[in-house]
């Protein structure tokens, strides 16, 4: 695979590569009495899931940033698709692409190493608790037959070994790229801990990050956290990369949520700072629920001036402005207000600054930050309508991909945020069209603007993610 920069700035620069995982045999196996445990609300069919829905992604993904492996040849790819080699990358006929990069892929790769090998069949091993014998059977297996099972946790004879990691799709969360310095993960559940170590083992150990290894930051639980009482969760290190954004150069917004810790919080701005890779970092705490698992599930960013957001943070609702006074005084509780942000300054640690809202802070960014000359706008998830608007939210209407400034992917089953794209001036178009505009050279990709990708999304989004979860940005170009 050829060596290119990593590099990230911005949420919304063009996208040039980054890091995904096609759903595996994982999927498949989440039973429901374990759904909840392994972070699923419901169990998806894994047919529909890849046929109907994640294949779209990476077709749309190649079209974008590695025309080369997909222009012209879709039809053929289609025709030959009844057992989809293109897009496994266990298979000779895999797209391979160093742009639309799979995580299998790389892991196969460092396997070849056999100290490598040893090592994390070793590692993995002491996680499961699995047997010297079934060590040293993996340790027997090829890279390619290994990665497989390392990740879906079963053999070819169909025998599970361990657990799978249904999640190992959400890329976003195992790592962040802040401008050219990778911050990996702490997952918050046991569910993810596999994940976090293979993901380790390949950012350490692959080609592809070679000369990156010294800007590789990781965090560490402090060092008495295993002394003290359960009921110090707060000072627990857990991390996660849907709470990680960066949206200039200098600034890094971090959330503190259901997955991530104040200790975490605390711990990069230390580290950040320290290292002078950025200038401010504002911290985002929001409540602990199911529902805002991440803040990517309650915001992300569209265009300079443009964020997609759910309107329940908004100033207009967490402040009642419309309520009576004595309402207003009753409901305010003030410890627990839904958001809370502060905004720490590398070169002022001691004067933080507060924003009252999440728009005060996004129009900040927008208009200070990056810029913008344009007003700041807001698209609200289901326009802002109850019920429509959680409904959606819960069905990631927040949690946009920008392949490049005001193009984004998202899903089609949010019709009422569709609708507050389409009022907002946003073309709206299906990917099936799209492809098939793209394929018959009516359209080329640099011709959108402002336009939202609508993918289908019956099965993916009962797996809780959105296009911005399912993506791990490795290289976008600055604003």
């Not at 297996?141 to 025998?159: F, M, W, Y």
């Not at 999440?358 to 200070?368: F, G, R, Y």
């Not at 807001?378 to 309508?385: A, Q, R, T």
């Not at 809780?464 to 993506?471: E, P, Q």
Request: hydrophobic residues 40%; aromatic residues 8%; charged residues 30%.
């Amino acid at each position: 695979m050829s060596h290119h920069a990593i590099h990230v700035s911005s949420e919304i620069g063009t996208l040039r590569r980054l890091l995904v995982h096609s759903p595996d045999s994982s999927l498949g196996k989440v039973v429901p009495s374990k759904a909840q445990d392994w972070l699923f609300e419901d169990i998806v069919h894994l047919d529909t899931i890849r046929k109907k829905e994640y294949d779209y992604y990476t077709r749309i993904l190649l079209y974008f940033l590695d025309p080369g492996k997909i222009a012209g040849k879709l039809h053929h790819i289609d025709a030959a698709e009844s057992n989809r080699t293109f897009y496994k990358p266990d298979n000779a006929g895999f797209h391979a692409s160093d742009k639309v990069i799979e995580l299998q892929w790389l892991l196969a790769d460092i396997l070849r190493d056999n100290t490598i090998k040893l090592k994390l069949v070793a590692s993995v091993c002491a996680v499961e608790f699995c047997s010297y014998d079934t060590q040293k059977q993996l340790f027997e297996l090829e890279p390619i037959a290994l990665s497989k099972v390392l990740i879906s946790g079963t053999l070819k004879d169909g025998r599970m070994l361990f657990a799978p990691i249904p999640n190992f799709i959400f890329t976003r969360d195992i790592g962040v790229v802040i401008n050219d310095h990778i911050l990996l993960n702490r997952p918050a559940k046991k569910a993810r801990t596999r994940e976090a170590l293979l993901t380790k083992y390949i950012f350490f150990n692959h080609t592809l990050f070679e000369s990156y290894r010294q800007n590789i930051i990781e965090i560490e639980d402090s060092s008495h956290h295993f002394l003290l009482p359960k009921e110090s969760d707060d000072k627990k290190v857990t991390l996660e990369g849907g709470d990680v954004m960066m949206v200039t150069p200098n600034h890094l917004l971090v959330g503190v949520s259901e997955r991530t810790t104040v200790e975490a919080a605390h711990q990069v701005v230390n580290a950040l700072f320290e290292k002078k890779i950025v200038d401010k970092i504002t911290v985002i705490r929001i409540p602990k629920k199911r529902d805002y698992m991440h803040i990517d599930t309650i915001f992300t960013q569209v265009k300079r001036n443009v964020w997609v957001m759910l309107g329940s943070f908004s100033r207009k609702s967490i402040r009642k402005e419309d309520a009576d006074p004595i309402e207003r005084i009753l409901e305010s509780k003030k410890k627990d207000d839904p958001i809370r942000i502060v905004q720490f300054r590398r070169d002022d640690l001691e004067n933080p600054v507060y924003f009252d809202g999440l728009e005060d802070l996004l129009a900040h960014i927008s208009e200070v930050d990056l810029r913008s000359v344009d007003k700041t706008q807001f698209i609200y998830s289901g326009n802002n309508e109850f019920p429509y608007d959680v409904r959606e939210q819960w069905t990631d209407s927040c949690n946009v991909l920008a392949l490049r400034e005001g193009v984004v992917l998202g899903y089609d089953r949010n019709d009422k945020t569709t609708e507050a794209f389409r009022a907002q001036g946003f073309t709206i178009i299906h990917v099936h069209e799209l492809l098939g505009d793209l394929e018959a050279g009516r359209v080329k990709t640099d011709d959108l603007r402002d336009t939202l990708i609508l993918m289908p999304s019956a099965e993916l989004s009962r797996a809780r993610g959105g296009f911005h979860c399912m993506s791990m940005p490795l290289l976008r170009d600055n604003l």
